[in-house]
């Protein structure tokens, strides 16, 4: 088994375990309610994040840093290659009358070309400003009003059509190229008179303290507000992560690392993620998308070393495990190698931890046979040579971690949000923990306030909303920035998140109730897509949950359904019910029985970006989805579930 070769290796190896310096604080109770972690990467002083392609270029000229797709394959970018692109796009901006201090909106999925902008704005010392390829008009209108970005790129014709349309009524709209269109070629040839002197001026002006993106907040509430991220922000979380992580993977797996970046570049995760990639000069390839069946043929052809995701790709990636055994006759044999996966993973875990002996002869015996027959499937579908994953954006269910930590393949969890620069947390490298987000990013300090919430303290977080001092005062308070999660810190200062603090249900009885833990685990089990608990002011919890669309084609093909059976029959259906009940009666083991789901609606339809109920980082917009499914909520409390 490769992760317990590697944990072997990785325990002897204390003198990189014990780089990360952690100090707890206590209360007079003795309960953690603090934890700091000391930097790893010195603050910078000098320079910019706009300086990593040139120093790249300089040092190791030949190093491939990208993999751009192209005529069916992945052409590796070497160093200078990437830095000359970066200044003849930067040479463009100019010529078009980007000031220095001026903000270029970039409206696009993930692609070679949005990393090429990013650090080409910079380098003619602009500030970038992120849009989700999938914003709406009035979503465009107000970033681009808002932010004052003069300077619109866009992917897609649709893409420059909802710009066009979003802003012309502005005062000035904005100058807009369209990447489908050849827009960084004809930036370069706009560019081709401006002398590279120019860049390296610009460029070389640029200070750790200046600004360099407003990322904006996907919104579940109301307007969403633009996150000022510095030079200085950025450097502190991709330099403190690369130093915590990167020399324990390589020393450990002896791989050359690479990754595939398919998260969105308009947030924060994936922007920090290309930086720090840079940085550690691994290489990165692109894939446009996070649906299963575009983003699988991608992983098998790019085999990464390593992957950043979210919960749902992990979790699809074992439903598309599960419904290819069930095809077969197997579905039984999955189940069990799930249970043998959890039982192994945490036997095996708490031998490395120190808690206990480890797995015995007949569950070594077990997982070696469902290595051959499910294990290494499992492997294959994310390329094969993975060995570590990061997840972030929601909590990875603790079995589903096991799982894969059983399949050889470490899942690291963290936990940050834009005003963090990304991660604030993450589980580090050597010290697995299942169920938690992990310890503050080196130079980050983690603190429980009285009433539960989460509060960072460090070189990550932000200094202020755009255009909004009321908004940034009530989360800043002496450096301490107030998340709104709920969390809690172990007595080792790791940090496990239980809820938003503004979506705590009360229910007439006077039970507090966190939905997200219940939401999350039944998010984890086919056949339920999305789904949000309800209960607040009500006798007790009840759930809305809608029907993975994979899910009710594979389970209809394996009770050979008509494909085309219509979903208000299937939410009627006493097996479907059946089977969602399952997965509410897992939710409910991991809460006590006032807090538990006691009845449920399933519900036709998504909840989507497309309808509104979702923001692009796959968030619900609760008060979106109670607004549009209000019937379904007094029907749950006037005659219980349908």
Not at 145 to 157: I, L, P, Y
Not at 492 to 521: C, F, M, Q, W
Not at 609 to 626: D, F, Q, Y
Request: with cysteine; proline share 6%.
């Amino acid at each position: 088994m490769g992760v317990r070769k590697d944990l072997k290796r990785a325990k002897r190896r204390t003198d990189l375990a014990a780089r990360a310096e952690v100090e707890l604080v206590r209360d007079d109770t003795g309960t953690v309610r603090e934890v700091r972690t000391a930097p790893m990467a010195a603050p910078v002083t000098t320079g910019s994040t706009a300086d990593l392609p040139f120093t790249n270029a300089a040092e190791a000229p030949d190093a491939v840093v990208l993999r751009r797709r192209r005529d069916g394959g992945w052409q590796p970018v070497t160093a200078a290659a990437f830095a000359r692109e970066v200044t003849a796009v930067a040479k463009g901006l100019i010529a078009a009358g980007l000031e220095p201090g001026g903000r270029v909106a970039v409206m696009s999925r993930t692609r070679y070309e949005w990393t090429v902008l990013d650090f080409a704005i910079w380098a003619a010392g602009g500030q970038t400003v992120p849009v989700y390829a999938t914003s709406s008009a009035d979503q465009v209108d107000w970033i681009v009003r808002d932010s004052g970005a003069r300077f619109v790129v866009a992917e897609t014709a649709d893409n420059a059509g909802t710009v066009t349309t979003a802003t012309a009524g502005h005062p000035t709209p904005p100058r807009v190229w369209q990447l489908d269109a050849d827009a960084l070629a004809d930036l370069t040839a706009l560019g081709r008179d401006v002398p590279d002197d120019e860049v390296t001026k610009r460029r070389t002006s640029l200070t750790p303290g200046t600004t360099a993106t407003v990322c904006y907040t996907s919104g579940t509430t109301g307007r969403p507000k633009g996150c000022v991220l510095t030079h200085a922000n950025l450097h502190a979380e991709a330099a403190n992560t690369v130093e915590l992580l990167h020399p324990i993977f390589k020393e450990v797996t002896h791989q050359v690392a690479s990754t595939l970046l398919f998260l969105p570049l308009a947030h924060i995760l994936g922007r920090t993620l290309q930086i720090a990639c840079l940085m550690a000069r691994i290489e990165v390839g692109h894939c446009p998308s996070l649906k299963p069946d575009e983003l699988r043929p991608a992983l098998k052809e790019f085999r990464p070393t390593f992957l950043v995701g979210v919960p749902y790709l992990f979790e699809k990636i074992h439903d598309t495990g599960r419904a290819t055994a069930e095809k077969l006759g197997r579905g039984a044999s999955f189940d069990r190698a799930h249970r043998i996966g959890v039982r192994f993973g945490e036997a095996h875990m708490n031998r490395f931890l120190g808690r206990g002996k480890g797995p015995g002869p007949g569950l070594y015996a077990a997982w070696a046979l469902y290595d051959l027959l499910v294990y290494r499937r499992i492997r294959k579908e994310l390329g094969g040579r993975t060995r570590y994953a990061i997840s972030g954006g929601s909590p990875l269910d603790r079995d589903l971690n096991l799982f894969f930590y059983a399949a050889g393949i470490i899942v690291y969890e963290g936990y940050g949000l834009t005003e963090t620069s990304a991660a604030a947390t993450v589980v580090p490298p050597l010290g697995p923990r299942p169920g938690t987000v992990g310890l503050p990013v080196p130079g980050t300090a983690v603190r429980i306030a009285d009433d539960g919430e989460v509060l960072i303290k460090g070189g990550v977080v932000f200094g202020a909303y755009w255009n909004n001092p009321a908004a940034t005062e009530a989360v800043l308070d002496d450096g301490w920035f107030a998340t709104g999660d709920l969390g809690s810190l172990d007595e080792d200062g790791y940090l496990t998140i239980t809820g938003r603090k503004k979506d705590i249900l009360v229910t007439s009885g006077g039970k507090n109730v966190s939905p997200a833990v219940l939401e999350d685990r039944l998010r984890s089990r086919p056949p339920v897509g999305q789904c949000i608990v309800v209960g607040d002011n009500r006798p007790f919890v009840a759930a809305l949950i809608t029907l993975d669309p994979e899910a009710v084609a594979h389970w209809l093909s394996v009770r050979k359904l008509p494909a085309d059976t219509p979903a208000s029959e299937l939410v009627r259906d006493p097996r479907m019910r059946a089977d969602v009940q399952r997965a509410v009666d897992f939710a409910n083991q991991a809460v006590s029985r006032a807090e538990s789901i006691r009845a449920f609606a399933l519900v036709e339809g998504e909840f989507s970006e497309e309808n509104g109920m979702l923001t692009p980082s796959l968030k619900v917009k609760r008060h979106a989805v109670l607004d549009a499914y209000a019937d379904d909520v007094e029907a749950l409390y006037g005659g219980g579930g349908r």
